[in-house]
């Protein structure tokens, strides 16, 4: 599957991922039991993250509540890949609108204008959630964990571009026009005809600006277990 080159560039800030964790858990639970991932310094690692039900049975009512924000034209950026090995049936999409591991809707951008201006970046990560689920124990694993990223980032947003900069280990930079769609999604496109790369973008309560750019992996053997791993390219802005 071709990767559209704006969807690569998205978070270029997200290149040369450190090799050191910031945390980690993981940890066998029934389904009615609850794990959370330890914080982090200042961010833990599920932050303004929702995700699904411990009882597996309930996944797709939970993927029903976000389905809703799908428009026709973010549906369009939804090509995945799948393949069969050693009985292994594997799903693959990236970018992904619709992961296992979601940004919380109550981070929606209700007001545009709140979106526009100079930020700098606070916190920038690879996240990894990790869900999987045995048919013959009936137990469940949740894990989460967390890498560091270069964090010297800066992001500019008009009312119709996007502008983000890195300037270590080396300069990067993207300019791209965006639309924000059911507030939620930032769509990006270099025109009218070529858009592709969407990421999942929100305010806090702090008015912190958040973005994910997910991927999402689907690995199951039928009748004996499924696993969901939601990557998500999260970094996180203060306004400058």
Request: with cysteine; glycine share 2%.
């Amino acid at each position: 599957m071709h990767i559209p080159t704006i969807s690569l560039l998205l978070l270029s800030l997200a290149l040369f991922e450190s090799s050191s964790a910031i945390t980690a858990t993981n940890q066998f639970v029934s389904p009615s039991a609850v794990s959370l991932p330890s914080d982090t310094v200042r961010f833990s690692v599920n932050y303004a993250t929702a995700l699904p039900s411990l009882a597996p049975a309930q996944w797709e009512k939970d993927y029903a509540r976000y389905t809703r924000f799908l428009t026709p034209e973010i549906r369009r950026t939804q090509v995945g890949l799948s393949f069969t090995k050693d009985q292994v049936h594997t799903w693959w999409c990236q970018p992904s609108a619709n992961p296992h591991a979601q940004l919380d809707t109550l981070t929606r951008v209700k007001d545009p204008a709140k979106l526009l201006g100079n930020w700098r970046n606070l916190v920038n990560r690879t996240v990894t959630h990790i869900d999987s689920f045995s048919v013959a124990d009936q137990k469940f694993y949740r894990s989460a964990s967390a890498h560091n990223l270069p964090n010297d980032v800066r992001l500019n947003m008009t009312e119709q571009k996007i502008s983000l900069q890195t300037l270590t280990p080396k300069p990067e930079q993207l300019n791209s026009k965006y639309e924000l769609v059911n507030q939620r999604y930032l769509l990006l496109y270099k025109n009218a005809k070529a858009r592709g790369a969407v990421a999942q973008v929100g305010l806090d309560s702090a008015g912190h600006l958040l973005l994910h750019h997910c991927s999402v992996t689907e690995r199951k053997v039928p009748g004996k277990y499924l696993t969901y791993q939601t990557v998500i390219r999260q970094s996180i802005f203060a306004r400058e």
